[in-house]
Every structure is written in C-alpha cells, then in structure tokens.
Nanobody
Framework: QVQLVESGGGSVQAGGSLRLSCAAS????????MGWFRQAPGKEREGLAT???????RYADSVKGRFTISKDNAKNTLYLQMNGLKPEDTAMYYC???????????????????WGQGTQVTVSA
C-alpha cells in the first residue's frame, strides 16, 4: 500500500510561482511512474506531468515550459515547480503513482492507481 500526501498549494497572483510537494510512504518498488494532475470545478481531471523511476519526464502542452516535475528519491518526495501561473491554472492538484512500470504510460488519470488527497491552487488575475 502506498500513501501520498500533497502540500504547497495556496493563493497567488497571476505570474507568480508555487512549488507543490507530494510525500510518498509505504512500499515503492524500484520501477514506478509518478505524476501530477489537476481538476477544476466542472472539468475532468487532466494530467500535467509525469516522471518515471529513471527520471524521464513528460509534460502536457498546457504546462510545458512553465511547470517542472522533479523527485528526491532520498526523501521519497515528488515536486511540481509552477512558474508563470495563470488564472486558468486554478484547480485542485493531485499526485499519483503507478507501480511496477519501467516507463510512464501517459497522462491519463485512468492509468494511475494511488492518489493523494489533493492541494488547492488558486490564481487570481
């Protein structure tokens, strides 16, 4: 069983930055894929960025060049650095993990089995 706890959300003005963290606990095998997702009210959950156990990353076009995903293996923590935030980035942000995969399957939330409880990000104009 894996537990994920997000933190770092908050309110920021457009153009600002936030850094989200996702602390993982429990059994994490050698191969895995972790990702960041978000869901705005009335919208479907969307994938933003993924990173696999080798450190390869993938980004959605909507955040490419503005968001950076990274991980600290020693701390079992996933990060999302968000720069140049826009009001349309307002959403609940979630981290998720899929275990026992050598590469990330993609940005579809359906491919990830373990989820955190989310952290709210609000960007004002």
């Amino acid at each position: 069983q894996v537990q994920l706890v997000e933190s770092g959300g908050g309110s920021v003005q457009a153009g600002g930055s936030l850094r989200l963290s996702c602390a993982a606990s429990g059994y994490i095998p050698r191969t895995y894929c972790m990702g960041w997702f978000r869901q705005a009210p009335g919208k479907e959950r969307e994938g933003l960025a993924t990173i696999d156990s080798d450190g390869d990353t993938r980004y959605a076009d909507s955040v490419k060049g503005r968001f950076t995903i990274s991980k600290d293996n020693a701390k079992n923590t996933l990060y999302l650095q968000m720069n140049g935030l826009k009001p349309e980035d307002t959403a609940m942000y979630y981290c998720a993990v899929r275990l026992w995969v050598g590469y990330c399957p993609g940005l579809s939330p359906n491919d990830y089995g373990y989820w955190g409880q989310g952290t709210q990000v609000t960007v004002s104009a």
